[in-house]
């Protein structure tokens, strides 16, 4: 059971417009929440992580977005550049361990960004 | 670069045949994660190992087992392979293997003729 989703495998986005990618969850033992950045032939990098004791988060261009009661996760891109054309993964952890997979991360199945000039 | 070196990076082999894939973690790292990513999934939880010890299962099939040895490196291992095991491995480590970041390996794509 998909227990992170990302429900648009992809977004086409202008230049220096903004981005927002979405992440819906189910299991409601999810407390960690990150996003992560995957370029072809590479492994998956970290961008950002939110705990589940805020709805906010910043860095830099990047900002997620908690809602808790709707178990749902945005993450923002201003302003996107064409080098932010990457896959999107969005992740859940439950960092008390109780969770089907342990504290593993829950990975969804990805959102493709392409920003075009 | 993540720290977390995996090798190969690619293997061809055919159906029935075994193989192993190795993971080296970043210094420091106790945690080792293995991801398993097929076309059109996303990155599906196999197994993890905290400071040599099995510490939690994902959807690993029987025909697949893992390790962690004292020097803290794994090794997945992946017999009687079939045409649809054919997928990239990921590794991944964290320091305390609870639910914290990962840094994740540049993977290994494993193709099954």
């Known amino acids: 059971d998909q227990q992170v989703k990302q429900n648009s495998p992809s977004l086409s986005v202008q230049e220096g417009r903004i981005s927002i990618l979405n992440c819906d969850y189910t299991n409601s033992m999810f407390d960690y929440f990150l996003w992560y950045k995957k370029y072809p032939a590479e492994g998956p990098t970290f961008l950002i992580s939110i705990s589940s004791i805020k709805d906010k988060n910043e860095d830099g261009r990047f900002t997620v977005f908690l809602n808790k009661s709707a178990k749902h996760l945005s993450l923002h891109i201003v302003p996107s550049q064409p080098g932010d054309s990457a896959v999107y993964f969005c992740a859940a952890s439950a960092r008390g361990g109780n969770s089907n997979s342990g504290y593993a991360l829950n990975f969804g199945k990805g959102t493709s960004l392409l920003v075009t000039p | 670069d993540s720290g977390v070196t995996q090798t190969p990076k690619h293997l061809i082999t055919a159906t029935g045949q075994r193989v192993t894939l190795r993971c080296s973690p970043r210094?420091?790292?106790?945690?080792v994660y293995w991801y398993q990513q097929s076309l059109d999934q996303g990155l599906q939880f196999l197994i993890q190992y905290y400071n040599g010890e099995e510490r939690a299962k994902g959807n690993i099939l029987e025909r697949f087992s893992a390790q962690q040895f004292p020097d803290l490196h794994s090794e997945l291992n992946l017999s009687s392979l079939e045409l649809g095991d054919s997928a990239l491995y990921f590794c991944a480590s964290s320091v305390e293997g609870t639910g914290e970041k990962l840094f994740f390996g540049s993977g290994t794509q494993l193709s099954v003729l």
């Open positions: 210094s420091g790292d106790l945690s």
